[in-house]
């Protein structure tokens, strides 16, 4: 078995340990299934997303109709012959700093409006703890639900992944939907494709203690998406 990776036997020995520890130390880790096991922890979290607030399209019309009439009003042939009267004074000129006066301002008013700010959302994460047989290590199913009980959509998620995530992370191979091996319904999942290359890092001098596999695995994986593990888990273990 290559080093950072874990067989299911001894998957199942690390998460009876780990769900010991979730007990002693009030923590709500669950172990559920028989003969294939899996762990489940539910926890609520106000979550704020970057949205971008687009103007409206009627907006947008009356915007262009205006800039339209600007120009229009700037090149009315009337106003032409009345600048020509005065040797010093040049229509070009004029003409075309009324327009691009107006196009930059409405160009102004259409950024101004589109500003994104901050929405807080209270969501219920419903975390679950697989094994996964093809890359030997442990995998984080989880689904976001808002209040409503509407699932949270991947944009929301992504952009309330801390920035420092994000900016390291590729989302499309980090964050992926799949269908969960035991309930057969849509989740979200972090990828294991690197998870044996983390491990293998993590646990150069403790690879045989089980107690310690689960905890340093969840503590490296779970902040990326809103599962804090409490400091009590690394001194207890």
């Keep these: 078995?290559?080093?950072?990776?874990?067989?299911?036997?001894?998957?199942?020995?690390?998460?009876?340990?780990?769900?010991?520890?979730?007990?002693?130390?009030?923590?709500?880790?669950?172990?559920?299934?028989?003969?294939?096991?899996?762990?489940?922890?539910?926890?609520?979290?106000?979550?704020?997303?970057?949205?971008?607030?687009?103007?409206?399209?009627?907006?947008?019309?009356?915007?262009?109709?205006?800039t339209e009439t600007v120009e229009t009003e700037n090149t009315f042939p009337g106003s032409e012959q009345r600048l020509s009267t005065d040797e010093t004074a040049q229509p070009e000129v004029v003409t075309l700093a009324g327009a691009e006066s107006a196009e930059n301002e409405s160009d102004e008013d259409v950024h101004t409006l589109s500003v994104p700010h901050e929405t807080p959302v209270v969501c219920t994460f419903d975390y679950h703890i697989v094994y996964s047989h093809s890359y030997m290590v442990p995998v984080l199913y989880f689904n976001v639900y808002t209040q409503d009980g509407a699932l949270l959509p991947l944009d929301d998620l992504w952009s309330s992944i801390p920035v420092h995530y994000r900016q390291s992370l590729d989302r499309w191979t980090t964050l992926t939907q799949q269908e969960h091996p035991h309930l057969g319904r849509p989740f979200f999942q972090l990828h294991p494709c690197h998870t044996q290359q983390l491990m293998t890092k993590a646990l150069t001098d403790c690879y045989t203690r089980l107690r310690r596999y689960m905890?340093?695995?969840?503590?490296?994986?779970?902040?990326?998406?809103?599962?804090?593990?409490?400091?009590a888990y690394s001194t207890s273990c």
Aim: some cysteine; aromatic content about 10%; proline content about 5%.
């Design 1 to 66: 078995m290559a080093a950072g990776s874990i067989s299911y036997e001894d998957f199942k020995k690390a998460a009876s340990y780990f769900i010991e520890l979730s007990d002693r130390l009030g923590d709500s880790w669950q172990l559920q299934g028989t003969t294939d096991i899996y762990l489940i922890k539910k926890t609520k979290t106000t979550l704020f997303t970057n949205r971008l607030t687009q103007p409206e399209p009627e907006a947008q019309k009356l915007r262009l109709a205006e």
């Design 215 to 231: 905890v340093c695995w969840l503590s490296s994986v779970g902040p990326v998406v809103h599962l804090s593990m409490p400091l």
